[in-house]
């Protein structure tokens, strides 16, 4: 299998976003992010519009790498400040997500920005290079996870500021993390 390294740095988006289909407003929910575009998840059809609005609003994180362990236990997704961005974007992704009962009316999109104020894009940027930054210390966390229990305090507290499911099984965690390490960059 080959790898094709994408044209845009992306980041796991986990977040909410709205989007104008006609007169209407929906609510979506997203997989990933990066500056040519966004994944939504979980939706049973998106507008097949050249131009459809979107609104996103993008979290401001901070670097992690040099949290105490107790500001980072005390930290919460709720304390990051976040930035709203308007955006145009069109479909150029549809997949199926399975042809089983409880998800045949699921499918994932994926949206292509077309028309991102420069600013904007720079949020975008600034929040996937943070988030990936984020991700490589967590991955040299879970490296080094035997060796003390200060540093799997930190792994723990850590997964879950950026949004991974708490799971009792490190391998689980540090599976879920190689793979976002490698979908950052490559297909």
Not at 105 to 111: D, I, P
Not at 136 to 159: G, M
Not at 165 to 181: F, W
């Amino acid at each position: 299998m080959k790898n094709y390294q994408r044209r845009h740095l992306r980041a796991p988006f986990k977040e909410s976003i709205l989007y104008a289909d006609n007169s209407y407003v929906l609510k979506a929910s997203t997989l990933n992010i990066s500056e040519g575009g966004i994944l939504l998840d979980q939706l049973p059809s998106f507008p097949d519009n050249d131009d459809v609005p979107l609104l996103i609003s993008i979290p401001q994180l901070p670097s992690f790498k040099n949290f105490t362990l107790l500001k980072m236990k005390t930290f919460s997704r709720e304390l990051f400040g976040r930035q709203v961005i308007r955006a145009k974007a069109k479909l150029v992704r549809r997949e199926e997500l399975s042809q089983d009962l409880d998800n045949i009316f699921r499918s994932r999109f994926g949206l292509e920005f077309i028309r991102l104020s420069p600013a904007d894009q720079k949020i975008i940027e600034t929040f996937v290079t943070t988030f990936s930054s984020n991700l490589i210390y967590l991955q040299t966390l879970i490296d080094s996870f035997n060796t003390d229990d200060e540093i799997k305090a930190k792994v723990r507290a850590l997964a879950q500021i950026l949004g991974y499911e708490n799971t009792e099984k490190i391998a689980q965690l540090r599976a879920q993390v190689n793979h976002d390490y490698r979908s950052l960059q490559w297909l």
